[in-house]
T-cell receptor, first 114, second 114 residues
Framework: QKEVEQDPGPLSVPEGAIVSLNCTYSNSAFQYFMWYRQYSRKGPELLMYTYSSGNKEDGRFTAQVDKSSKYISLFIRDSQPSDSATYLCAMSDRSGGSNYKLTFGKGTLLTVNP | DSGVTQTPKHLITATGQRVTLRCSPRSGDLSVYWYQQSLDQGLQFLIQYYNGEERAKGNILERFSAQQFPDLHSELNLSSLELGDSALYFC?????????????FGPGTRLTVL
């Protein structure tokens, strides 16, 4: 079982739709959760960063973490064509002081149609 | 623009060859991370340097090596290249030595091994 599982999609929605993107993970040591957006032929850019369980909102984006279920979500409200990109979840822990890496999901390709 | 620069943007080479990828971190960032992104494996952490010292290793092959220089730029050396090494290689930087820091990604180097 991979440490982080993410449905690759592709996901196609009409403009204005609410989009839900999800990842599950198996490593209970993960404490920090991030969502990155990657446009075609570009590097990933950080969208959201959360530490604890619960919700975090930033504009049209809401990140949700449920540590008990090992499940994280990213919601995009009022989706726009400019949101069309690949969305990557990423996680990290602080165990042992030696694990300085992010573990990424494979990414979900989202297309928002005008 | 994240402030992280990578050169070259594209690299086409033959099997068995050696190449060097270069990364300049954001001004003031001391940590540099290297990632490999392929269609089947997703984004995989390779190695991290902090202020010139190797801090963490991920799924980096023995044929690959990296270093960070006193001016904080980093180079990733890939040798005895194989077809399977074709991928996007990203560099990211962050201010400190913590994996929870926001990592800013460069635009990547696309390596094609023929």
């Amino acid at each position: 079982q991979k440490e982080v599982e993410q449905d690759p999609g592709p996901l196609s929605v009409p403009e204005g739709a609410i989009v839900s993107l999800n990842c599950t993970y198996s490593n209970s040591a993960f404490q920090y959760f991030m969502w990155y957006r990657q446009y075609s032929r570009k590097g990933p850019e950080l969208l959201m960063y959360t530490y604890s369980s619960g919700n975090k909102e930033d504009g049209r984006f809401t990140a949700q973490v449920d540590k008990s279920s090992k499940y994280i979500s990213l919601f995009i409200r009022d989706s726009q064509p400019s949101d069309s990109a690949t969305y990557l979840c990423a996680m990290s822990d602080r165990s042992g002081g030696s694990n300085y890496k992010l573990t990424f999901g494979k990414g979900t390709l989202l297309t928002v149609n005008p | 623009d994240s402030g992280v620069t990578q050169t070259p943007k594209h690299l086409i080479t033959a099997t068995g060859q050696r190449v060097t990828l270069r990364c300049s971190p954001r001004s003031g960032d001391l940590s540099v991370y290297w990632y490999q992104q392929s269609l089947d494996q997703g984004l995989q952490f390779l190695i991290q340097y902090y202020n010139g010292e190797e801090r963490a290793k991920g799924n980096i092959l023995e044929r690959f090596s990296a270093q960070q220089f006193p001016d904080l730029h980093s180079e990733l050396n890939l040798s005895s290249l194989e077809l399977g090494d074709s991928a996007l290689y990203f560099c990211a930087s962050s201010p400190r030595d913590y994996n929870t820091d926001t990592q800013y990604f460069g635009p990547g180097t696309r390596l094609t091994v023929l």
